[in-house]
């Protein structure tokens, strides 16, 4: 093999090793060709140029195609390739198993910048969908058909908020997904407000100030802003009222009996 993708993550166990070292000892002398490719990404191909591993999605999961034989040596398969007795052919087995059996779970709290993506397994009515923005905007993005199913994809995240993304389906019904992105982390500054932010706020938001080193100035301050009156023992005694009355209500109705 002479290329592969060394960011699809079927080939995560190869990244501490060049590729050159663990495929030293492959050779591949037959495989089959492919030519409709429609919706397929090539993940490695052999010196000819020829793929070797196709990958496309495939209704709510993804398929991948190996252009020659998985079999073990023997007198028959021995002639498609030597994979079997290398340190690659294993590793790249338990990958891909992983890969393929893992459950289809897209990002939905997303970081400024972050693409969404969507993975939509229905048929789908047109080729946008509308995306709501945090700012109630509305864009159109993209919605590109591969196999049995779909995929959007919107890459203009800077506003933080929730998104909207609603695909129309092809039966008529609307699909409907949410996609959430988070502040920055270092918005939540902790340092202390300097003279003049103190003085926006009370000017702006009405805001009194107090010494927090003091408690009972906050106690104090607190206190005297408070209005209305206290209903907790009037409460109490309305309660205390009911529970009499019923119990002198049951004496009466049990009486009568």
């Not at 206290?230 to 109705?253: C, H, K, N, S």
Request: glycine share 8%; net charge neutral; aromatic share 8%.
């Amino acid at each position: 093999m002479a290329q592969i993708d060394p960011q699809h993550p079927i080939f995560n166990f190869m990244r501490d090793l060049p590729p050159a070292e663990i495929l030293a000892d492959a050779s591949v002398g037959r495989w089959f060709g492919t030519t409709d490719r429609v919706g397929a990404c090539v993940l490695a191909s052999y010196a000819s140029g020829e793929p070797f591993l196709l990958e496309r999605a495939y209704g709510r999961g993804n398929v991948v195609l190996m252009t020659t034989s998985l079999h073990d040596n023997n007198s028959v398969e021995s002639a498609w390739n030597t994979l079997h007795g290398t340190n690659f052919y294993l590793p790249m087995l338990q990958s891909l198993i992983r890969w393929l059996a893992q459950p289809e779970t897209p990002a939905r709290n997303l970081a400024i910048g972050q693409p969404i993506e969507a993975t939509i397994a229905n048929p789908v009515r047109g080729p946008t969908a509308q995306l709501t923005l945090p700012s109630g905007a509305t864009r159109q993005v993209e919605v590109t058909s591969t196999g049995q199913s779909a995929r959007a994809r919107f890459n203009d995240t800077q506003q933080p908020g929730r998104y909207t993304l609603r695909v129309p389906l092809a039966d008529g019904d609307e699909l409907v997904r949410y996609f959430v992105v988070l502040r920055p982390v270092d918005e939540a500054d902790p340092a202390p407000l300097s003279a003049q932010r103190w003085e926006w706020i009370t000017q702006r938001l009405g805001a009194r100030r107090i010494d927090e080193s003091s408690k009972p100035a906050i106690a104090a301050a607190v206190g005297s802003r408070r209005t209305g009156r206290e209903l907790f023992m009037p409460m109490i005694a309305l309660v205390g009222a009911l529970i009499l009355l019923e119990m002198g209500l049951t004496r009466i109705w049990a009486a009568e009996v």
